[in-house]
């Protein structure tokens, strides 16, 4: 063993340890527990994708690709966005792929954040918005959504921004409590930006799954949000391919040379057989239009299985992710904190969950736990079957 003392430094990132999904997952292996904690699918993706992809391989698309992603699949991201959301983005100057969402959120702060800028998040948030700020330099200010409810407290968000504010990031679909702003939230937001000069980070990685009669409100719908946006999309999320790590940026020409120019020097270039399967894959809407009907009747089944315990079921307006309360439960563990709970739960229920509270920076902790439903029908059974004592 070599005795040399390695050199230290200061960590960049003092308060971050292990992710509580990775905790959670180590546990449900381990315990044999049925994963309901980690927001991915059990279940495989359309055997035309790999196709899709075997085929762009095979054809010969095993070289870097353009840096700002592959023309064909900037072309279809921009064709859909305007399809949906009614707003034409230029493949060439408005579309970036990216090594995923959370890369792509990564890179959008890195390219605007410096040391004294303020970026206002809205907890509970996913978990890799508050590092990526400290990581630039700036300053996390936290607004808490309306606890319960998780919709949006506008009044609060407008009385965070100062003349140091230069970003707000926003997600919805909300991960992790399934609320899906409203239009007339997207309008606020846009009449209190205004005036001021603020970056929107718009995370909309679950932007198919909103569940009728509701519809994804996204930036790109708002003018005057589009024209201070990154929005922020995941193939991954959509295909159900988690592991492919691939994503978009839709912003406008002066956001995305400065977004290009981090994007160059932390990924360069994204999977270019992927790229290219998915540019093929993407000239049937199908996949994509029928998926809210898809998850909408697992969170259905879901659902109906937990009415008969006592779980508090709160809404799911959209995401893959049924939060619920535990405060009624019929076991003790339910006065436990969230996260002891879930270590409880996985080791003597053999459920995996997440803590609500670890979403949020100071631990909040409402007795709410969150389940992941993008699982197989068998799976969500097995599940339920496990938490029916409860």
């Not at 971050?16 to 997952?25: A, E, L, N, R």
């Not at 508050?130 to 609060?156: H, K, M, Q, S």
């Not at 198919?208 to 994804?216: D, F, K, S």
């Amino acid at each position: 063993m070599n005795s040399e003392p390695t050199p230290s430094f200061p960590s960049r990132l003092p308060n971050v340890g292990t992710t509580i999904f990775t905790v959670m997952s180590a546990l449900a292996t381990q315990h044999q527990a049925v994963n309901l904690g980690q927001g991915f699918p059990d279940f495989d993706c359309d055997a035309h994708l790999v196709d899709a992809v075997d085929a762009a391989m095979r054809a010969g698309h095993n070289q870097y690709p353009p840096m700002t992603g592959v023309p064909a699949l900037r072309e279809a991201i921009a064709s859909k966005i305007e399809a949906l959301y009614g707003r034409r983005y230029g493949a060439a100057d408005e579309i970036t792929v990216t090594a995923g969402a959370t890369q792509a959120i990564l890179t959008a702060i890195l390219c605007c954040v410096g040391p004294g800028d303020e970026v206002i998040v809205l907890e509970p948030c996913y978990d890799s918005y508050v590092p990526n700020i400290e990581l630039a330099g700036g300053t996390v200010v936290r607004v808490p959504l309306v606890p319960g409810t998780f919709r949006p407290d506008l009044d609060r968000i407008g009385a965070a921004i100062t003349p140091r504010t230069r970003a707000l990031i926003i997600n919805t679909p909300h991960n992790p409590s399934g609320t899906v702003w409203s239009e007339a939230d997207m309008l606020r937001l846009q009449e209190l930006l205004a005036p001021t000069n603020v970056l929107l980070i718009s995370d909309e990685v679950y932007e198919h799954m909103v569940y009728t009669p509701l519809r994804h409100e996204s930036a790109a719908r708002y003018p005057g949000l589009a024209a201070r946006a990154f929005i922020v999309s995941s193939f991954g999320k959509t295909y159900h391919v988690t592991g492919w790590k691939i994503g978009y940026v839709a912003a406008p020409p002066a956001l995305t040379a400065e977004f290009r120019k981090v994007h160059q020097f932390n990924v360069f270039t994204v999977n270019t057989p992927m790229q290219h399967g998915l540019a093929t894959y993407m000239h049937n809407p199908a996949p994509y239009l029928e998926l809210p009907a898809f998850y909408a009747a697992k969170r259905d089944l879901f659902r109906q299985g937990l009415a008969t315990t006592r779980f508090q079921v709160l809404p799911c307006e959209g995401t893959y992710f049924q939060c619920v309360g535990i405060s009624d439960l019929a076991v003790s563990e339910r006065d436990l904190p969230e996260a002891e709970f879930c270590q409880w739960l996985t080791r003597e229920v053999g459920v995996a969950a997440i803590p609500l509270s670890a979403f949020y920076g100071d631990g909040f902790d409402q007795k709410i736990v969150r389940f992941c439903f993008a699982k197989k029908d068998e799976t969500l059974r097995a599940a339920l079957q496990r938490l029916a004592r409860l």
